[in-house]
């Protein structure tokens, strides 16, 4: 199922201003099917999580004294995995790249979404 074309599908409740602007961004651009949103979605909460991440190792720094000794703070580490299933959906979503980040790169071969009509 995909969007109304004269209607953009409104961000879900509960997202933060980072995930919103992905999600306007990504909505704005594109008409995603069900499935699609769902990742979208996903993409989303996962930037407000990294928001959240990086809060706490702006207050409390990037390394943290644990039993080992000096260790990377936990919120950092876990900044790092969020970044990694960030990247992933994005990628599942298989949104072109804008001119100044497909130099040197092969292009991308668009399935699914459709840009949204002007």
């Known amino acids: ?11 879900p409740r509960g997202l933060h201003s980072g995930g919103k602007r ?10 995603l099917a069900e499935h699609e949103l769902t990742v ?12 959240v991440l990086h809060a706490i190792v702006e207050e409390e720094g990037v ?4 039993p ?3 260790r990377a703070h936990p919120a950092l580490v876990e900044a790092r995995q969020q970044r990694v299933t960030l990247a ?13 980040q497909n130099v040197g790169r ?4 668009r399935v699914g979404v459709r840009a949204v009509p002007r």
């Open 63 to 66: 390394t943290h004294l644990s």
């Open 40 to 51: 979208l979605l996903q993409a989303a909460r996962t930037v407000d999580h990294l928001d």
């Open 68 to 70: 080992q000794g000096v």
């Open 22 to 31: 992905l999600w306007r961004a990504v909505t704005d651009e594109y008409e």
């Open 88 to 100: 992933k959906l994005v990628a599942s979503l298989r949104i072109p790249l804008d001119d100044a």
């Open 106 to 109: 092969l292009p991308q071969q």
């Open 1 to 11: 199922m995909t969007t109304d074309t004269n209607t953009k599908p409104r961000a």
